[in-house]
């Protein structure tokens, strides 16, 4: 079975300071994991994934994520956060257990401050 | 490439009505998934598909139908539309490969009075 937890509902930072979005996950397999995000009324991008070839992996606009075994952890982070990066981030799993499913976790709404 | 496509983009439906959504995709991915999003929950699973001709329930399938006769389309049918149906619903597909992501639609809000 597999399963996410988003460890905050709601994130709030100053645009300039840095960014991190925890994500626990469990996986009776070897996973992939995904963030993707949704800004407001649009669709859900993809902004990067972990397919099991480098632990820290590089996404879109400046975002990165660390994946962590002993952890089970996926904790996405940003350097310094931007005004358009206020939106809602999924965590995502997925692998293969007789067929392929993606579970997402229940979302971490960011708010940019000025 | 238009990638995953839904329509209609917004509906209304009273008590009891049904409709369909509808799901194309252009990448000849086998794959292909409904999900609904309702606030705080994140997305859930309802229908998957993992070819022509084969579907499958996912986590929350009650009130709805798929089929899939085509590669290309996978639509949604809600019969006796309730006021529980109301949400967002996104359609999605995945191509081959053990690590590739899901590519999602643009979504359908529905709203059921």
């Known amino acids: 079975a597999q399963s996410v937890t988003q460890l905050d509902s709601h994130v709030s930072v100053s645009e300039g300071t840095p960014v991190l979005l925890r994500c626990n996950y469990s996986?009776?397999?070897?996973?992939?994991l995904f963030w993707y995000v949704q800004h407001p009324n649009k669709g859900l991008q993809l902004l990067l994934k972990?397919?099991?070839?480098?632990?820290l992996v590089k996404g879109i606009n400046g975002f990165e994520a660390e994946f962590k075994k002993s952890e089970t952890s996926f904790h996405l982070t940003k350097p310094s956060a931007h005004m358009s990066d206020a939106a809602e981030y999924f965590c995502?799993?997925?692998?293969?257990?007789?067929?392929?499913?993606?579970?997402f976790g229940t979302g971490t709404r960011l708010k940019v401050l000025a | 490439n238009a990638g995953v496509t839904q329509t209609p983009k917004f509906r209304i439906l009273k008590i009891g009505q049904s409709m369909t959504l509808q799901c194309a995709q252009d990448?000849?991915?086998?794959?292909m998934y409904w999900y609904r999003q309702d606030p705080g929950m994140g997305l859930k699973l309802i229908y998957y598909?993992?070819?022509?001709?084969?579907?499958d329930k996912g986590e929350v399938p009650n009130g709805y139908n798929v089929s899939r006769s085509t590669t290309e389309d996978f639509p949604l049918r809600l019969e006796l539309a309730a006021p529980s149906q109301t949400s967002v619903y996104f359609c999605?597909?995945?191509?081959?490969?053990?690590?590739?992501?899901?590519?999602f639609g643009q979504g359908t809000r529905l709203t059921v009075v």
């Open positions: 995502v799993v997925s692998g293969y257990s007789g067929t392929y499913k993606y579970i």
């Open positions: 999605a597909s995945r191509g081959t490969g053990a690590h590739t992501e899901a590519f």
């Open positions: 990448m000849n991915h086998n794959y």
């Open positions: 598909s993992v070819g022509a001709g084969i579907t």
């Open positions: 972990y397919t099991s070839a480098a632990t």
């Open positions: 996986s009776s397999y070897s996973p992939s």
